[in-house]
């Protein structure tokens, strides 16, 4: 793919003149043209090619420029472009059906939005109508988003340009058994920890207080933390005991990313309200929703539901999931993940005992993420958190970025989450790119 190079530079001036890019100072910014993409590559305006091995932003599950996802779009569009949430339509109830039936099997109804940050934005509100209780747990190392209230929900440090923040939002540690304060002999003992750490301050901060629990499944930009064995369980224990409501933000680990439809199959665990948005439409259109238990679907039947947007399951954002699903049950990329996720936790293994700058890698189905260190000994992080003044992270994505390896990282961790699509092979050679850089990063720590 090709484009003229003063098209390129005019696009890349035009934007920095006229766009606020997200999470970046504006004046250092240099944006990449990107000018197309076809299944786990894209190619930039020089045109050089790049494996997205992070399928944008762990939302292009099914690669870029699916035809079948594209023509549900256009048919769409021509057919009907958008009508008022009030209004039944075809593919809005077709959608909502196919959601319900793929997920947990305590789930009742869904409420549809435009991402992920606004269904945890009405997650919020939805918990706190059915308990009449105001304070919200969530994890420190934690993004459920950026608009207000997501943000007061997030722990990690984008939240820090809403504080002072909402009354009522309370934080608890993740268990991060890397970097426990423990040497803990099992996950049994990790769990009991953390468990036991977050009952007691439920007490404390008042347990008629807490409307929910707010979690990712699996922790996500944060480092791929995946929880220790019992966690989950133990955290529905704790919100039965307390009628609290657990919700699980599954905005990444949804749609297959961890080899099943969503990550809490995983762990065998019903939370009452799931959100997801990313893997629903992979990108091709925006939606996110909020899924309910049958238990408060029901409420709402004699109860005001006090939520709403004009773009709630928008007609073109309802074809393109209903066109997603339909190619993930086509193409069985819902287990071949799972198999596929096999390949790529042997090769990040094998880099974690290669490279002295690895000091453990996390991983399950195409979810995974390569933790930095200075020494393997004492776990002493590449960068300390929040903070990486001499943008050692920047340097270590531009040498990935030189070699045809596209990704992202935060805090210390580089993320390895491909589109589903993606073959043993593609694998084996992207991770290889990834084998030299990190044979760089050995020599500089």
């Known amino acids: 793919m090709e484009f003229e190079l003063t098209a390129v530079k005019e696009i890349s001036e035009t934007s920095k003149k006229y766009n606020l890019h997200s999470w970046s100072a504006q004046g250092q910014l240099n944006p990449k043209v990107m000018i197309g993409g076809e299944g786990i590559y894209f190619w930039d305006g020089e045109g050089k090619r790049y494996y997205d091995m992070s399928s944008q932003l762990v939302n292009l599950n099914i690669g870029h420029g699916n035809k079948k996802v594209i023509k549900a779009i256009q048919e769409q569009a021509e057919r009907l472009v958008y009508s008022s949430p009030s209004f039944a339509i075809d593919v809005r109830s077709q959608l909502a059906k196919m959601v319900v039936e793929l997920a947990p099997a305590n789930m009742g109804k869904v409420f549809f939005t435009l991402g992920g940050a606004d269904a945890n934005e009405n997650a919020i509100k939805i918990a706190k109508m059915i308990t009449g209780r105001y304070k919200i747990f969530s994890r420190y190392r934690s993004y459920h988003g950026a608009t207000y209230g997501a943000a007061n929900l997030t722990g990690e440090p984008r939240r820090y340009a809403c504080e002072p923040g909402i009354p009522g939002f309370v934080k608890f540690f993740d268990p991060y058994v890397y970097r426990a304060p423990i040497p803990f002999v099992s996950d049994e003992a990790a769990t009991k920890y953390y468990l036991d750490q977050l009952r007691e301050q439920i007490i404390y901060e008042g347990r008629e207080s807490v409307a929910a629990i707010f979690l990712e499944t699996i922790t996500g930009s944060n480092g791929v933390i995946i929880p220790p ?48 948005a990313k893997g629903i439409t992979c990108g091709y259109a925006p939606i996110g929703g909020v899924l309910v238990s049958k238990e408060i679907a029901s409420y709402f039947d004699d109860h005001f539901l006090s939520c709403g947007l004009t773009y709630s399951a928008h007609p073109l954002g309802c074809a393109a999931g209903v066109a997603t699903i339909e190619y993930y049950k086509e193409k069985g990329l819902i287990g071949q993940a799972k198999e596929r996720g096999i390949t790529l936790g042997k090769l990040l293994e094998a880099l974690k005992e290669k490279h002295a700058c690895v000091g453990d890698v996390r991983y399950i189905g195409l979810f995974s993420a390569i933790e930095l260190v200075k020494n393997k000994d004492t776990k002493e992080p590449l960068v300390e958190y929040g903070l ?58």
């Open 388 to 445: 990486d003044p001499d943008k050692i992270m920047k340097k270590i994505l531009g040498m990935l970025d030189a070699k045809g390896f596209y990704t992202y990282s935060h805090e210390n961790s580089l993320m390895v989450a491909p589109p589903l699509i993606i073959t043993d092979q593609e694998l084996v050679d992207a991770l290889a790119i990834m084998d030299e850089v990190l044979s760089e990063v050995d020599k500089i720590i």
């Open 229 to 276: 064995k019992g966690y989950l369980k133990g955290i529905r224990e704790i919100c039965n005991e307390f009628g609290i409501l657990m919700v699980c933000d599954e905005v990444m680990t949804g749609w297959g990313r961890t080899g099943e439809w969503f990550g809490v199959n995983n762990f065998d665990v019903l939370p009452d309200m799931i959100t997801f």
